[in-house]
């Protein structure tokens, strides 16, 4: 007697803890939004996501609905982020600079400390 397929994933799903799927894991149209500099997915932004559905017959804008809020702040939080470590960035490489001046600094001062020739080598030298 056999089972059809249906039936022996309907029967497979139910028994154990993960479910079975045979759908495709990559978005439709991914790769072609990526090449293009476009978001991953359709609604991450854009004006579909980003506009308001309606606004008033007056003109007035609508309300922003809770998805664009929580996107608004996500941005704000974003863009604090970029700050924060452009910021790290640039007093890592301040400091970094600084030490190697400091460096040189040491390393000329020491130059200077060595002995100076004399007699014949200070003279082979200066010609």
Known sequence: ??????????????QSIRSFSSTCVSHAGKKWRLENGLARGGSE????????DW???DGRPAPPLKGQIR???QREEFARRAVYLNAEVDEGMK???????AE???????????LKPKGNLLLKNTK
Do not use: N
């Open 45 to 52: 932004y854009g004006p579909i996501t980003d506009l308001p």
């Open 95 to 101: 400091r970094w600079c600084e030490r190697k001046e």
């Open 1 to 14: 007697m056999a089972v059809s397929l249906r039936t022996f994933c309907t029967a497979v799903s139910k």
């Open 71 to 73: 996107r608004q702040k």
């Open 55 to 57: 606004s008033f017959a």
């Open 104 to 114: 040189k600094q040491k390393e000329e001062h020491v130059k200077s400390l060595l």
